[in-house]
């Protein structure tokens, strides 16, 4: 037994020291508090643990008490809403009030106003509480076109998030394109193989990311012909267009929009579409010593707008005063400095910074810029020109999301085959969309505007999968014939 007394003793110290060494804050992770929160969330686990163990320090300031926080997390909001649409099913079947959870943090507006508009939150208390934090100095209630909280106090903006473009400066030069600026960029054909994309109906962020591609392209038309039919059509055909470009040059879809930014860090793909706080996250793990880093993330100059990550309090939740003090210290000076002050200083998160930018205007000041991991992010002031339109598109984002997919994801491999036979058979200097091949390949006479608007997007509103699927499986099944025709005619010496 004394020969072994020394291998116990170093198993006991390995489990206790963990144990030893926490510290008081990490108990809203241990599941022994005195109080319980209960929150769903897409956020990773930097912004969980980041928030819980400083929110539990205040709890326990405030009342004395220690709290633990039982985080879900199903995966991203597409998955959210799933869990929350089935549960709640059940819970109003059975005549319960609500769900057993108390907040929804984290993911994007679209998905906030959803469950808003389904009557799941409660008016939050913030607004009440704490009126001066609303006004265009602190949090507006509008920016870029977006909205940064319900105009019932049902939900709130807690931090700012914008759709970008990550690349990796090796491969784009060894490729030998431009570097990507907008958009339009990764639908160069020089890009074909590399580009890494996410699939929409598995994120809301990604969707956004391609909705504002096409309202890009729309509000361009608008600018210049006017805001008629006419000018919607062909903004809406070239924002399909564009979708189609990125998509042939796609490597893959993934269901995980998080793989795009490490992917493009590994140099598996050149160039992606992300959003913000992935994109400067992987920047920063791959910064050298000089400062540079071969992964970037860059605001496509005039096509991206700046949106909020909200959070609400659900109706029925076991405890609404602390979800709704919860809130409160996501919008205080507090709990908003912790998604960017850099670890470790002041105010600041205790392991790593989110790497998200706060909603509040008034914290963009030199003072606590100086402690900011991105203190040149200056989101009021660089915002690049674009504004949201929520009448062009905003009653039409599931509907896009499944398009995509027909369009794009179901008949990927047609669609690179009749891409490689254009690339190979248009000569230089000719516009692919130009050539006879490429308009076949871009017909999207089938999906207009009209259509998207007048029978789809009530389709979808439907919720009816079966009726949904019939019908994308047919537009899917024009698109792929249109791709095998391209390739033919391409093959053929562009006779079509």
């Known amino acids: 037994m004394r020969r072994f007394l020394p291998i116990l003793l170093l198993l006991v110290a390995v489990i206790a020291a963990p144990i030893l060494m926490r510290r008081s804050s990490d108990l809203a992770d241990s599941g022994q508090g005195q109080d319980r929160l209960v929150i769903i969330t897409p956020h990773n686990e930097t912004i969980r643990s980041e928030f819980g163990e400083a929110f539990a320090r205040h709890w326990k300031d405030k009342t004395g ?11 991203g909001t597409s998955d959210i809403r799933r869990v929350l649409d089935s549960s709640f099913k059940a819970a109003d079947d059975l005549g319960s009030p609500g769900v057993g959870i108390d907040i929804f943090f984290g993911g994007g507006e679209p998905d906030f106003k959803l469950q808003a508009e389904k009557g799941r939150f409660v008016e939050l208390e913030v607004f009440t509480r704490h ?75 990604v969707g956004r990311a391609f909705e504002m591609m096409i309202q890009e392209q729309m509000q361009a038309v608008i600018a210049e012909k006017g805001d008629t039919p006419e000018s919607r059509e062909e903004g809406w055909r070239n924002g399909l267009n564009l979708l189609q470009r990125l998509a042939a040059n796609a490597r893959y879809f993934t269901d995980s929009a998080s793989k795009v930014p490490h992917d493009v860090a590994q ?76 670890a470790g200083l002041p105010g600041g998160p205790s392991q790593t910074s989110p790497r998200r930018l706060p909603v509040r205007k008034d914290l963009y000041t030199t003072e606590h810029l100086a402690s900011f991991a991105d203190a040149d992010a200056l989101p009021y002031e660089r915002s690049a020109g674009f504004e949201y339109k929520r009448e062009l598109t905003g009653s039409a984002f599931s509907a896009m999301a499944q398009i995509f997919r027909a369009m794009c994801i179901d008949p990927h491999d047609e669609m690179k085959a009749g891409w490689k036979a254009m690339r190979d058979d248009t000569g230089p200097g000719v516009a692919l969309e130009d050539s006879a091949a490429g308009k076949v390949f871009f017909d999207v006479s089938h999906l207009t505007y009209a259509r998207l608007m007048n029978e789809i997007v009530p389709l979808v509103g ?29 093959e053929e010496g562009g006779q079509p």
């Open 462 to 490: 439907k919720k009816d999968p079966l009726a949904t699927m019939r019908e994308m499986t047919k537009i899917s099944a024009v698109f792929r014939t249109n791709y095998e025709k391209a390739a033919l005619i391409a």
């Open 267 to 342: 140099g598996s793909a050149a160039a992606g579409t992300c959003i913000d706080f992935y994109g400067r996250t992987y920047e920063e793990k791959r910064k050298k010593a000089d400062g540079t880093s071969r992964i970037r993330w860059t605001a496509p100059v005039g096509g991206t707008s700046l949106s909020v990550d909200p959070i609400a309090v659900f109706r029925g939740g076991p405890r609404g005063d602390i979800a709704q003090e919860f809130v409160i210290f996501c919008l205080s000076p507090a709990g908003q400095l912790l998604w960017n002050v850099r």
């Open 65 to 75: 008490r220690t709290l633990n926080i039982d985080w879900r997390i199903p995966g």
């Open 131 to 205: 009126p001066e934090w609303f006004s265009d100095e602190v949090i507006p209630a509008r920016f870029t076109g977006e909205s940064y909280y319900d105009k019932d106090h049902k939900w709130v903006g807690t931090c700012l998030s914008q759709m970008g473009i990550c690349y990796n400066v090796n491969s784009v030069a060894r490729l030998g394109v431009p570097v990507p600026r907008c958009w339009s960029d990764l639908g160069d054909p020089g890009y074909a193989g590399y580009i890494a994309l996410a699939d929409p109906t598995k994120s809301s962020s």
